[in-house]
Structure formats: C-alpha cells, structure tokens
C-alpha cells in the first residue's frame, strides 16, 4: 500500500468556497488525517482481494503439477497492474481529503504551509498510516499463508489453529518494522528534503495546488512499494524460521 500515491487527479470543479475559513477542532484535524491513511488503505486492499487470493492459489497449484514456477510471477505481477488501475480510481477522492488537510495545517492562515506546518503535518500523517501500512503488509503476508496452508495435510480445526498461530507472529514484526521503518521518515533531515521537492517555486512555503500535487508523489517516493518490498523482506527474515516448525511436519510432499 505505502503511504502516498503518485497518483492524483485533479477535480472537475473547484468545491472550496473563497474567503475566511472556519476554525478547526484537534478531533476534526485528526479525523482528517485518519481518512486520508484510511483511503491510502481502502485503495490498495479494495474489492478483488478474494479474487487475487484464488488467482495466487491457482497458480501454485499449476506449478505443484508440474508447470514453470514462472507462472506464480506472471500473476503476481498481473495482481499488481490491477493494483495499479485502483490507485488512478481513488486519485479524485484523495485530492479532496489533500485539500480538506491543507486548511488545517496552514495555522496562521496565510494560505501557505512553511517547514514547520509541513513537518508537523507529515508527522501526525505518518502516524496514522504506520498502523494501515503494517495491516496491509500482514495481510500480504497472510495471503500467501493462506495459500500454504491449502498445501497441508490435516482437519479443518488444525488449519485454522496454525493459520492463528502464525497470524500472530506475522502480526508482532509487521508493526515492529512498520513502526522502525515510519520513524526515519520523521527525522528534520528527511522532512526537510520532502519540502524542498514539493516547494516547485523556491519561495519558501508550499501553497495548496503545490502542496496537492505533490504530496502523495514524495511520500511514495520514500513509503511505497519499495518501502513496503523492504517491510516485508525484514519481516520475512523474522518469521520465515519461526514458521518452519510450524509447517514442516504438515505441508504435502
């Protein structure tokens, strides 16, 4: 999922009324940022998950029958185009939430964000999608658990004891990594840099069409996939042992 999309459409009209903008609430700024990591979630996880499960599962068994294990890479890789065809349908509704977080964060009303604004907002945001990006990486991870454990042997009740079982494991380095990974992104070192590619013209603050256009663009640059390929390796590293003796006496030969 990562924490920003590069993909953001502009709307057909412009919604925001001109003038004096209304005062703001902590509970209000806080939902908003919720929203916008839950919408980053919602448009990764979407509807076809059940659909790519079968899909993945399918291949395995293609290759268990004989068939190049190519084929397993062929459809991840097919999972993924798809993935991408979603971020573009949730591109209209992201820029709103973008703008509707903007109005909170210019705090001295001056229709611009400066560093500071800046890096209190990437800070408040990159807390709310550390928790959504360590459940869609679990959910990855289980996926393919899921598809594992279609390969044993054994009850129905032993299936979903050893899926728990390893559920919980999964669940531990997710949101260790997660949370490791999202605190290097909160350093003054590289908040600063965010600002310098999102501020286009040099002037020191970051407007709302600047901040808009480009705030989901350089956060994926640093929390996207390729965030999420290293959570995942890390994780992976962690659990794949621990998950061996869970599954070495039960998986078909």
């Given amino acids: 999922m990562g924490c920003g999309s590069s993909i953001v459409t502009k ?25 916008l990591a839950k919408s980053e979630y919602d448009r990764m996880k979407d509807s ?16 268990d029958a004989g ?29 709103k939430r973008l703008e509707t977080v903007w109005q909170y964060y210019d705090q001295d009303g001056n229709g ?9 907002l990437i800070v408040d945001y990159l807390k709310e999608c550390s928790a959504y990006n360590a459940l869609f990486v679990e959910k990855k991870i289980m996926r393919k658990m899921k598809v594992k454990e279609s390969r044993c042997v054994g009850t ?18 997710c949101q260790k990594y997660t949370n490791a990974y999202f605190k290097e992104l909160m350093t003054q070192k590289s908040i600063l840099a965010m600002f310098g590619e999102m501020d286009g013209d040099n002037n020191s603050g970051l407007d709302k069409e600047e901040f808009v256009s480009s705030f989901m663009e ?23 042992p621990q998950l061996y003796k869970i599954y070495v006496n039960v998986l078909k030969r």
């Fill in 11 to 35: 709307c057909d009209e412009d919604e925001e009324q001109e003038g004096d903008q209304p005062e703001h609430s902590f509970m209000d700024q806080t939902d908003a940022l919720r929203k």
């Fill in 48 to 63: 076809k998950s059940q659909e790519w499960d079968a899909m993945m599962e399918e291949a395995y068994r293609r290759v």
């Fill in 67 to 95: 068939e190049d294990e190519q084929l397993i890479k062929e459809v991840d890789a097919k999972i993924e185009r798809e993935m991408t065809i979603i971020n573009e349908q949730y591109g209209k509704e992201t820029r």
């Fill in 112 to 120: 611009s964000l400066d560093r500071d604004e800046l890096k209190l």
């Fill in 156 to 173: 129905e009740e032993e299936s979903q004891k050893r899926l728990a079982k390893a559920k919980k494991i999964v669940r531990k380095y």
């Fill in 218 to 240: 350089v956060l994926a640059t640093r929390c996207g996939d390729k965030m999420l390929v290293k959570i995942i390796k890390a994780v992976k590293l962690e659990i794949d």
